[in-house]
C-alpha cells in the first residue's frame, strides 16, 4: 500500500547547498608509491582521515575514510537520549556503562473500576472467531468490552467502513463522570463520541478526536444518571493488522493513566543486531520492560514499526519484553519466551530508535509486572551487520562533489547492513529458514525486513558487495548456488527460500541468469559457472520458451503464470516491456558464460534469440505517440521506468528510441524526491508518485551511457539527496511514496540491499572502471564526469587492486590508471573523437583524424586506447575546434 505521510527531517535543515571541492590545475594526482595492487594506508578506527582538501584532489587512498559510516567494532552505542516520559531519574545515564544509574519508577495501580454485575454489551458487528496472532482461539465478541480483562476485545466485523458502536447497558441507573476507552496496539480508534440514554433519548456526553494512546479517559462535562451508554467510532488507526475497530476495556469511570517511564535512545542512524541493556537492580516485583524499536521518528511509538512477531502469529503486540530480577541482569535480547509462554522478546532488529519502557503485558502476568523500580547502566546493541571500517574496504570512491561521496558511502553502509549470517531466529518467519543457508553470509534484502535473501536484489547489492568487501563474495555466491539447489524439474528457479521456495515470481529465475554472469565477471569463479551451467540450459531453454508466444515474447499467463508476482507484486500480463528487456539481458549474459566455457553453439544460439526478441520489443511495444515503451501490450496504456530503462541499458533501444524513452522519463516521472516508476496510476492508485532506487539504478545507468551524464547526476542528487536528508538519514529506502513519503508506512525498510545502485553507477558510469570479462582479466575506464570536476578510486580484483583518478577541465582531460598485473586495460576518454589530442605515458596517440599507435581506435565516435597493460599509465586528451 502507498502512504500520504511526508516523513519529517532530522533536524529540519534549509535548503541545502550541494559541497563541490574544487579540483585543482592540471597534473595534481599523484599516484602512491609501492606495489601494484596494494591497498590505501588503513585509517585506525576512532581516527580521523585525511579531509578532502579544499584546493583540489588529495593524495590517491587518502580522504575518502572519513565518509564511512559502519561501527568501529561490534558494541554500538547510542549517541542520544531523544526523549523521557514519567518518573525517569538521570536517563542520560545510560548511555555510558559504569557511571551514574538510569532509575526508571511506576508505583502499582489501583484496582481498575468495574461495571456492576449484569451489565450487558452489544455492537454494531463482530468479527468472527478465529485463532488470533497467537494460534489460540480467541472471539471478538461485545461483552469482552466488560469482561474486565484486558486481554480480550471487542472487534467490529467492517473493515474500514464506520460508524462502528458499542452499547453498554447496566441494570440500574448509575451516576457517571465519564468514562475509560482503552484499546491496543494493534490500532486504536481516533475519532469517537459517547452518549448517554437520558429522558428516553440519546445525548452527547463527550466527543473525542486525534487519540493515539491505548487508555484515553473521556471526562464528561457533568455527572450523568444513566443506564445505558453508546460509544460511536468514527475513524482508527489503519495498521498492518487492518482499520478495525477495537476496544479491550470500557471502564465506567474517567482514569487518567499514570504516564509510563520511558528512555528514548537515536542511535544516529540505523543499525542491526541483538538490543542489549545492563540492569544493575529492580524491585522485587518483577518489573518488566517492553521495547519499541523504529527506523523513523514518524512511526516512533509505543510499538515498534515492525517486529518479525506480527508475521510468525506471536501475541507480543509489537514490543520485545523482559522481566528485571531484583539482583538486575545483562540482558541480551534474543528470540523466545522468558518464562514458560509468557514475556516475549523478538531478538535482533534493524532501528535507528529505542524506547524502553516500564511496562507489562497483561497477558504476562505475574511474570512481568507494570509496575515498580529498576536501574539501567547502560544500552547498547551487538551488532550483526559487516562491520566496515577504512581497514576492511577493498573498493573506495572519492570525488569533488561532497554529496555524492556521502551517497557512495551510505549505500556501502546499507549493504553492510544486509550482509548478515542466515540464522533460523531471524530469518522472515514465512517458511523462509532452511537448513542449506544455516550459518552462512548471505545479501539479506533489508535490516529488520525482510531478512531473506531474494535473487532480485542481489543484482544491485551483490554488485556494491564486489566493489566494496569482494572478499565476502560468498555471500552472494553461496545464495545464486542454493537457489539453483532448489530448481524446479520444469526448471523455473525460486527467488529466495521464502515459503518454502515456492513463491511464485515471473522476473527472478531471469535475475537469477544476471547474477549468475555477474559473479563469474566479478569474481573469475569458473568453477561455479560450470557447475550450474545445467540450471541455466534448463531455466533459459525449457521454461522460459513455455511462456514465450507467437511473437517471440514472454507473455506472462502462458503456462498458469498469470497468478506470478514480480519484484513488486504487480497485477502486470501479457507482453511486458520489463520481463523482455530482461530476457534480453539474460540472454546476453548467458552468452557470455557459455562462450568463456566452450560452449559456443549455446552462446550462439541464445545470442540469436536475444536478437529477435529485441526485435519483436521494438515492433510490438514501442508506442510511437509516447516516443516510449508501452509498459504492457494489453490493458491500459502506460509507460515504466523499468522497461524504457532496460531497453536503453540493454541495447534493444537504438540511439533515437533511447533518447526519446528518456526524455518521456523526464517529462512524465520526475519528482523531488527522484523519478517515478509509472507516468501515470492506470495499475494502482500512486503509482506516479512511487519510486524504487531499485529501478532507478537502470535508469541512471541508462542515462550515464546514453551520453547524459548531467541528467544522471541529477537524478541521483534528487533520489539519493531525498533519502540522505530525510529521517533516518544516510541509509537507502525500499520505496519512495507521494509526496517523498515511506511508501509502505511503519513496514517501509529503510535500509534495503536494492536501493544501493547509487554505489555501482558512480564506480562504473562516473569514476568508469567496469570488468569486461571474468576476474577483470580486462576491463574498461570510461568516465562521464557531468558536472564533477575530479574522481578517483579502487577497484578490488582477484589481481590485486585496479586504481583510476581523473580530472577534468573546459579543455583538458587527465586520467591515471594504475593496471595489476594480469589484467588489461581499455581506456576511453570522454569527448568527440574527432575534436581530441590523446596523448599516452607522454606520446601522441591520437591526433584527432588519425592514431599513431596500433593499440588506439575510434569507435562510436570515441577514442579507445585498448590493451594497456600492467603498471602506471596516463592519459590526457584535449579538446580542440
Known amino acids: 500500500m502507498t502512504s500520504s505521510r511526508t516523513p519529517e527531517n532530522l533536524e529540519q535543515p534549509g535548503p541545502r547547498r550541494r559541497t563541490v571541492i574544487a579540483a585543482a590545475g592540471a597534473g595534481a594526482v599523484v599516484l602512491t608509491a609501492g606495489p601494484l595492487g596494494a591497498g590505501p594506508a588503513a585509517a585506525s578506527p576512532g581516527t580521523a582521515a585525511p579531509a578532502v582538501a579544499a584546493s583540489g584532489p588529495p593524495r590517491l587512498g587518502t580522504g575518502w575514510q572519513r565518509y564511512v559510516q559502519g561501527p568501529a567494532s561490534r558494541t554500538v552505542r547510542p549517541e542520544r537520549v531523544l526523549a523521557s516520559t514519567g518518573d525517569v531519574r538521570k536517563p542520560e545515564a545510560l548511555l555510558k556503562p559504569g557511571g ?253 530508535y529505542l524506547r524502553v519502557t516500564l511496562d507489562a503485558l497483561a497477558t504476562d502476568a505475574p511474570a512481568a509486572q507494570p509496575w515498580g523500580t529498576v536501574e539501567i547502566d547502560s544500552v547498547s546493541l551487538d551488532f550483526t551487520g559487516y562491520v566496515g571500517t577504512p581497514a576492511t574496504y577493498r573498493g573506495w570512491f572519492l570525488c569533488s562533489d561532497d554529496d555524492l561521496n556521502r551517497y557512495w558511502y551510505g549505500a556501502a553502509y546499507t549493504n553492510e547492513l544486509v550482509t548478515d549470517t542466515f540464522r533460523q531466529d531471524d530469518v522472515d518467519p514465512r517458511n523462509a529458514w532452511t537448513p542449506s543457508l544455516e550459518g552462512r553470509l548471505v545479501l539479506h534484502d533489508g535490516a529488520k525486513r525482510d531478512r531473506d535473501p531474494y535473487v532480485g536484489d542481489l543484482a544491485v547489492s551483490a554488485r556494491t558487495l564486489y566493489l566494496t568487501h569482494d572478499d565476502t563474495a560468498a555471500a552472494a555466491r553461496d545464495v545464486l548456488a542454493d537457489l539453483a539447489d532448489h530448481q524446479r524439474s520444469d526448471g523455473w528457479i525460486p527467488p529466495a527460500s521464502i515459503a518454502g521456495y515456492t513463491l511464485p515470481l515471473f522476473d527472478y529465475p531471469l535475475w537469477w541468469v544476471t547474477c549468475s554472469w555477474d559473479y563469474v565477471l566479478y569474481t573469475g569463479d569458473r568453477a561455479y559457472a560450470t557447475r550450474y551451467y545445467p540450471n541455466l540450459l534448463k531455466v533459459l531453454d525449457v521454461w522460459y520458451p513455455s511462456v514465450t508466444d507467437e511473437a517471440g515474447l514472454l507473455s506472462k499467463g502462458l503456462n498458469n503464470t498469470g497468478g506470478y508476482g514480480d519484484y513488486a507484486f504487480l497485477g502486470r500480463t501479457g507482453r511486458v516491456t520489463y520481463y523482455n528487456t530482461l530476457y534480453v539481458q539474460a540472454l546476453k549474459d548467458a552468452s557470455h558464460l557459455a562462450g568463456i566455457l566452450g560452449h559456443q553453439a549455446d552462446a550462439a544460439r541464445w545470442t540469436r534469440r536475444a536478437d529477435a526478441v529485441s526485435d519483436a520489443i521494438n515492433a510490438q511495444l514501442w508506442d510511437a505517440s509516447a516516443g516510449a515503451y508501452l509498459d504492457s501490450g494489453s490493458g491500459a496504456v502506460r509507460h515504466a521506468q523499468d522497461g524504457n530503462a532496460m531497453a536503453v541499458t540493454t541495447g534493444v533501444a537504438d540511439a533515437d528510441r533511447a533518447a526519446s524513452a528518456l526524455a518521456h522519463l523526464d517529462a512524465t516521472t520526475r519528482r523531488p524526491y527522484g523519478n517515478a516508476f509509472m507516468d501515470n496510476d492506470t495499475i494502482f492508485d500512486g503509482a506516479s508518485q512511487r519510486v524504487y532506487a531499485f529501478t532507478s539504478y537502470p535508469e541512471i545507468v541508462a542515462r550515464f551511457i546514453a551520453g547524459r551524464a548531467d541528467s544522471a547526476l541529477d537524478q541521483i542528487r534528487r533520489t539519493y539527496g531525498w533519502m540522505d536528508q530525510h529521517d533516518p538519514g544516510t541509509t537507502n529506502w525500499e520505496g519512495i511514496g507521494p509526496n517523498g513519503s515511506l511508501y509502505e508506512d511503519a513496514y517501509t525498510s529503510m535500509a534495503h540491499g536494492w536501493s544501493t545502485g547509487v554505489l555501482p553507477a558512480l564506480t562504473h558510469h562516473l569514476l568508469g572502471a567496469r570488468p569486461t570479462s571474468p576476474g577483470y582479466a580486462t576491463w574498461q575506464v570510461r568516465p562521464h564526469p557531468g558536472d564533477v570536476a575530479w574522481a578517483q578510486g579502487q577497484l578490488p580484483t582477484p589481481h590485486g587492486a585496479l586504481r583510476v583518478a581523473w580530472e577534468n577541465s573546459a579543455t583538458r582531460f587527465r586520467l591515471d590508471v594504475e593496471v595489476p598485473r594480469g589484467t588489461r586495460a581499455d581506456v576511453v576518454p570522454p569527448g568527440d573523437g574527432t575534436r581530441l589530442t590523446v596523448h599516452a605515458d607522454g606520446r601522441p596517440v591520437w591526433d584527432g583524424q588519425r592514431a599513431s599507435d596500433r593499440g588506439v581506435r575510434l569507435l562510436d565516435g570515441s577514442v579507445t586506447l585498448r590493451g594497456l597493460g600492467p603498471g602506471t599509465h596516463t592519459v590526457t586528451a584535449r579538446q580542440h575546434t
Open 100 to 352: 551514574a544509574r538510569t532509575v526508571l519508577r511506576r508505583p502499582q495501580p489501583a484496582p481498575a473500576p468495574r461495571w456492576p454485575q449484569g451489565t450487558l454489551a452489544e455492537a454494531s458487528s463482530t468479527h468472527a472467531g478465529n485463532n488470533g496472532n497467537d494460534g489460540r482461539p480467541r472471539t471478538y465478541d461485545a461483552a469482552n468490552a466488560i469482561d474486565g480483562d484486558p486481554d480480550t476485545f471487542w472487534n467490529d466485523d467492517t473493515i474500514a467502513a464506520f460508524p462502528d458502536t458499542l452499547t453498554i447497558t447496566t441494570p440500574q441507573v448509575q451516576e457517571l463522570t465519564g468514562i475509560t476507552v482503552i484499546s491496543n496496539s494493534d490500532g486504536v480508534p481516533t475519532d469517537f463520541s459517547v452518549d448517554v440514554w437520558v429522558a428516553d433519548a440519546w445525548q452527547r456526553a463527550a466527543t473525542v478526536s486525534d487519540n493515539d494512546v491505548i487508555q484515553r479517559a473521556v471526562p464528561f462535562g457533568t455527572t450523568v444518571a444513566t443506564a445505558r451508554v453508546r460509544i460511536t467510532v468514527t475513524a482508527v488507526q489503519d495498521t498492518s493488522r487492518g482499520a478495525f475497530t477495537r476496544i479491550n476495556e470500557v471502564w465506567p469511570e474517567p482514569d487518567e493513566p499514570v504516564v509510563a517511564p520511558s528512555v528514548t535512545v537515536d542511535f544516529g542512524k540505523v543499525v542491526v543486531g541483538y538490543p542489549r541493556i545492563r540492569f544493575t537492580s529492580a524491585s522485587g516485583n518483577s518489573p518488566g520492560v517492553r521495547l519499541a524499536f523504529s527506523e523513523t521518528r514518524q512511526f516512533l511509538t509505543g510499538r515498534s514499526d515492525f517486529t518479525r512477531a506480527d508475521q510468525s502469529g506471536v501475541a507480543s503486540q509489537g514490543t520485545d519484553q523482559f522481566a528485571v530480577p531484583a539482583k538486575g541482569a545483562d540482558w541480551t535480547d534474543r528470540k523466545g519466551f522468558q518464562t514458560g509462554d509468557k514475556v516475549y522478546a523478538d531478538g535482533l532488529h534493524g532501528f535507528r
